[in-house]
């Protein structure tokens, strides 16, 4: 999992790894209900490794504005057979959590990542467990829980503060035994963010890249990307403008993109790669994940 920091040096190559999204909830905003059946989020997590994610990120718990927070024992009843059986299908792992219990059930079972979009504040546990197990990181930017986060949508210049929490989120969890190296950085677009504050943070991605962590954003088909859409146009129709954020953040450095849409995303990363490298992609087995 660990790369090369790109972006600095227009020479070097390599795409922003794909991370695909499952939720296994019942009220995420945009595939809320889909996958709640073990089923069908298993096969949904297939189809995404086939169309090229290199890990599904598993989630139980929604965090759309609004959302009540979920019982940990309810969290884990949801998440950790699906993420079993992936593990058992040689699918690699990322759960999203803010609870240290669930993390470590799912790094029991074998996941390689854990995915915080509280970045260690909703659980004082999650530090010590990252520290102990040594696993990859997400700290995602945030502001609280998602009952509340709207109005906490206040900042003077979005990105210097969102650079100046994760900063500080980066310190304590240093000191609390989590190595640097294994910190990825995500600006948390669409929490405690305005539309506004989501494009000036995804057009100075560079200066979030300073503070010398991997980057990974996750801006696939959240609301402020509905309003480039007619009224009422589904989730989905946001995919183009999603894939299209991927080949600008991967031009900007960026180690990773969380999507919905992994074949779109795909395609729009190999149209950057191409044009970078002036060749066609190498063709893709089916299946591969690469
Ligand atoms: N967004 C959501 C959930 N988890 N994790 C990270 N690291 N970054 C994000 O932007 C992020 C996340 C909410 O979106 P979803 O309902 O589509 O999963």
Do not use: C
Not at 42 to 57: M, P, S, Y
Not at 108 to 136: H, P, Q, W
Not at 249 to 255: D, F, I, K, P, Q
Request: net charge negative; hydrophobic share 45%; aromatic share 4%.
């Amino acid at each position: 999992m660990a790369r090369t920091r790109r972006g600095h040096n227009p020479m070097t190559t390599g795409m922003p790894l794909i991370m695909g999204i499952l939720n296994v909830t019942p009220d995420s905003f945009s595939d809320g209900g889909l996958y709640n059946n073990f089923d069908d989020a298993v096969d949904h997590a297939v189809q995404l490794v086939e169309a090229g994610a290199t890990v599904i990120d598993v989630g139980g718990e929604s965090t759309r504005p609004g959302a009540e927070r979920l019982a940990v024992d309810k969290e884990q009843a949801r998440v950790l057979p699906v993420i079993r059986e992936l593990i058992a299908r040689d699918v690699p792992v990322s759960i999203d959590t803010m609870n240290a219990a669930t993390a470590a059930a799912a790094l029991d079972l074998g996941a390689v990542l854990v995915n915080d979009v509280s970045g260690g504040l909703a659980d004082k546990g999650m530090a010590r467990l990252i520290a102990e197990s040594g696993i990859e990181y997400v700290a995602m930017h945030w502001r609280g829980h998602s009952a509340k986060m709207d109005s906490a949508a206040v900042y003077t210049d979005v990105v210097r503060d969102v650079r100046n929490e994760l900063k500080h989120r980066v310190a304590e969890l240093i000191v609390a035994g989590v190595r640097p190296d294994r910190i990825i950085l995500d600006p948390g677009l669409g929490f405690a963010k305005t539309a506004q504050h989501n494009w000036q943070l995804l057009g100075r991605l560079r200066e979030l890249e300073t503070l010398g962590h991997r980057i990974l954003i996750g801006a696939s088909r959240k609301k402020f990307l509905g309003e480039l859409l007619p009224e009422g146009a589904p989730t989905a129709d946001r995919d183009p403008a999603t894939a299209t954020i991927s080949a600008l953040a991967a031009e900007a450095g960026v180690w990773g993109v969380r999507v919905h849409d992994v074949a779109g995303t795909l395609a729009a990363l190999q149209v950057w790669e191409s044009l970078n490298e002036g060749r066609a992609p190498a063709p893709r087995a089916l299946g591969s994940g690469k």
